[in-house]
């Protein structure tokens, strides 16, 4: 039986019953993956014709069901299929590690938000915007989004403190310095995409800051130039962080323009409203863009509906399935 690989054209002769992304790492095709179990959502690709057989789709949530994407990784081929492998030149292969690290520490950000910073004993390579599932012990996992980028022997998170979270709270009440974390990833496929050269918009909710941050300090890491619309969006004023940071990488990319949007209340240089509402007031037609979403679902939902409307082609508008909420 054949596969067809779109968008380069090439016939694959594969046997009944191999794995999707086996048989494309079999043939060097450009396709991003890092767990290769189900979980990280990087080896996503499009069924285009043809019947797969898929397991482990249940521990997906995709942004848009039954849009026939599969998780290479999890696809196994019966049939003659047609694959569309996504920005082929934009593949990244961080192959999965579960490392130690040591919370170095916890600084206080807002009423409810922490800083976690980690040592890793190891290296971790990932992309700008993917994110880790934190072990703090057997019963308290979670995922969060790294702030910064790859390559040094820190990691930064932003935790959101939840009334009754389970992991929240036992961050909040008992991680102290010194603590040992398991780390394990990357994960993720909402990352910065480095083709591009047109304009970005970057989209964050709360904590849905921190991969936004990574987003941004990747543009400028590797001396992009792309215009960059940064919209904010918190609950009320007590609820801002990181301005100085943002501030700072304005000096850095004066092309970046950031917008802090506060839902209720008001703050000097601050707007009102909601992200959709400022996005909608800002523009008519969003052509071009590539926009990175990160934050509660309820938001990445509509901000991805509007910008789809405005004329984001749906390739091209990057959410996790795990939207870095903090929560
Ligand atoms: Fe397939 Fe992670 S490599 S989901």
């Given at each position: 039986m054949e596969i067809f690989v779109r968008p380069m054209q090439r016939t694959l002769q594969v046997a009944a019953g191999v794995n999707l992304l086996e048989a494309l790492r079999a043939h060097q095709l450009p396709v991003s993956y890092s767990c290769?179990?189900?979980?990280?959502?990087?080896c996503r690709c499009k069924l285009v014709n043809g019947h797969v057989l898929e397991s482990g789709r249940d521990l997906q949530r995709p942004l848009?069901?039954?849009?026939?994407?599969?998780l290479a990784c999890q696809t196994f081929l019966t049939e003659s299929c047609t694959i569309e492998l996504p920005e082929p030149d934009e593949a990244v292969v961080h192959a999965a590690k579960i490392l130690k690290a040591t919370v170095i520490a916890v600084e206080?950000?807002?009423?409810d938000i922490k800083r976690l910073r980690l040592k890793i004993a190891k290296p971790l390579d990932y992309s700008p915007g993917q994110y880790a599932q934190l072990q703090f012990t057997p019963d308290h996992i979670r995922p969060y989004s790294m702030a910064g980028l790859a390559g040094g022997d820190e990691l930064e998170f932003h935790v959101r403190l939840v009334p009754d979270g389970r992991v929240t709270g036992y961050i909040a009440e008992r991680l102290q310095v010194g603590d040992a974390v398991r780390v394990s990833g990357p994960l993720?496929?909402?990352?910065?995409?480095?083709?591009h050269t047109g304009p970005m918009l970057c989209v964050a909710g709360g904590t849905g800051l921190a991969p936004i941050l990574s987003i941004v300090r990747g543009v400028v890491a590797a001396g992009m130039d792309n215009p960059i619309h940064l919209y904010f969006g918190v609950?009320?004023?007590?609820?801002?962080?990181?301005r100085a940071w943002l501030a700072d990488l304005q000096r850095q990319h004066p092309q970046l323009q950031v917008h802090v949007v506060l839902a209720s209340g008001t703050l000097p240089g601050c707007r009102s409203g909601l992200v959709t509402q400022a996005i909608a007031q800002d523009w008519r037609d969003l052509d071009g863009f590539r926009a990175y979403l990160c934050g509660a679902p309820p938001m990445v939902e509509a901000t991805a509906h509007l910008v789809r409307q405005m004329g984001v082609e749906a390739d091209h508008i990057y959410a996790d399935a795990f939207y870095a909420s903090g929560t």
């Open positions: 290769m179990a189900g979980r990280c959502g990087t848009a069901p039954d849009d026939g994407y599969v206080e950000q807002t009423h993720g496929s909402a990352y910065l995409r480095r083709r609950r009320s004023e007590r609820d801002v962080y990181g």
